[in-house]
């Protein structure tokens, strides 16, 4: 999807419209419609931004090493997580191996990486502040989506949908599909996809990307975590309302 003129917006709610039960006083006559406004959805990102899942991919990329016989600097994998593992993987891999090596990481992921993963610090609380409210918290990640799935199952965290296999750009497609109008995610990519949406770009620096590059990307918001998240959603969610939103 192309990106709108003007960098983010706020998009309006989708109107649904109900008939009106039995008349009372200074009320509508049966039948009238009322509008009534879709759920606020806030995308996430996953990696770094909902998990610190380094320790895991990092013991993934350890193991595909080791039964490649391919050195792969694993340290220095994690600490640029973000773009598809592919692109990654090619920095290890001549380019005609890179589908085949792909595929036998992903295999080996739920064996190496889910255990070692951790939610990080207000992951549980950003998703709980969404839901308190009515809305709706979905996943929006480059990642392979059924590894990305066993995820969310083992650490307990409850989006309302999990899309993989996305990135940058990309991601407009889900968080459109879905009306996010609030996309939070750790890298450019996903300010980059935020803007795409026409979704405000919620930003943590929990990630390999530095508040300043963050900024400088066009985040609308930029926090230290997701433990000041639910804070900001509050205003946030309290403004759309008296917006009309």
Known sequence: MPERPGGAYVAAPVALTAPMGRRAAGRRPMGTMVRMASPLTVGFDLDMTLIDSRPGIAATYDALSAETGVYIDSALAVSRLGPPMEQELAEWFPAEQVPAMALRYRELYPVHAIEPTRALPG??????????RGGR??????????NAKLH???LGLT???VIGGLWAEGKAEALTEHGARVYVGDHTGDVRGARAAGAVSVTVASGPCSEDELRAA???????DLTAFPAWFADYAAAAVGDGK
């Not at 992951?123 to 308190?132: C, F, G, L, N, T």
């Open 218 to 224: 066009g985040a609308d918001v930029v926090l230290r």
């Open 159 to 161: 989006p309302d949908a």
């Open 152 to 154: 969310m199952d083992h």
């Open 123 to 132: 992951a549980r609380e950003a998703i709980d502040a969404v839901h308190a």
């Open 137 to 146: 918290a979905i996943v929006v990640t480059a990642k392979y989506q059924p």
